[in-house]
């Protein structure tokens, strides 16, 4: 491949991936949506746990959540089983991805998560899934084709996970109608910090 065929390719990724992302827009179901917010802002705590490029995801919701406020802990799957679903509590949110929604070392969690009373919200594409099955909310991904020759790679897939977490973070700023000095005071470092300090 020349360089003006190899950027094409590049491309085609992106454009795969905005078309995954305005399938999401389309099809996002707002009662799911509306009654994950409300297990969100309920939750004293939010326990996550995903693995692979679901898992990286995942990581930056629970950061993103810590980052307005709402107290959130990823687990990976491993240590999960191995005590660190001890961080959930009756009343908790407890949220797992799977694109599948087959992923074996989280099907685990949500007997914990039932046996401890606490709640579950699945992020997959499969509603079918024994993980989808397993769950109080589902947020579905969209049936998209990842951007790769192979159809293994998770790029639209990824994509649309970060677009539907963010569409939750937006939900918990507006809820609590959290104020800009709030952030400020636990986000004093970067160019953000400076500029809101």
Not at 37 to 57: H, N, P, Q, R, Y
Not at 128 to 155: H, I, Q
Not at 163 to 177: K, S, T, V, W
Request: hydrophobic share 45%; net charge negative; aromatic share 6%.
């Amino acid at each position: 491949m020349n360089g003006e065929q190899l950027f094409e390719v590049m491309h085609r990724a992106v454009e795969n991936e905005a078309r995954a992302v305005e399938k999401l827009a389309a099809e996002m179901d707002s009662e799911a949506f509306l009654k994950g917010l409300e297990l969100l802002l309920a939750s004293k705590m939010t326990v996550l746990s995903a693995c692979g490029s679901s898992g990286f995801a995942t990581k930056k919701f629970a950061h993103s959540l810590c980052c307005v406020e709402c107290p959130a802990k990823f687990v990976p799957p491993s240590e999960a089983v191995h005590g660190g679903m001890g961080a959930l509590q009756p009343g908790n949110l407890l949220i797992l991805v799977s694109k599948g929604g087959k992923t074996e070392e989280l099907l685990p969690l949500c007997d914990i998560a039932r046996k401890k009373s606490a709640h579950v919200l699945a992020v997959t594409a499969n509603r079918e899934s024994p993980l989808a099955k397993a769950a109080d909310v589902v947020l579905c991904l969209p049936d998209s084709p990842e951007s790769d020759r192979y159809g293994v790679m998770s790029t639209a897939s990824f994509a649309a996970t970060i677009a539907i977490f963010d569409a939750l973070m937006m939900g918990i700023m507006e809820a609590r109608d959290y104020p800009l000095s709030d952030f400020a005071l636990i986000h004093p470092g970067g160019a953000v910090g400076k500029r809101i300090c």
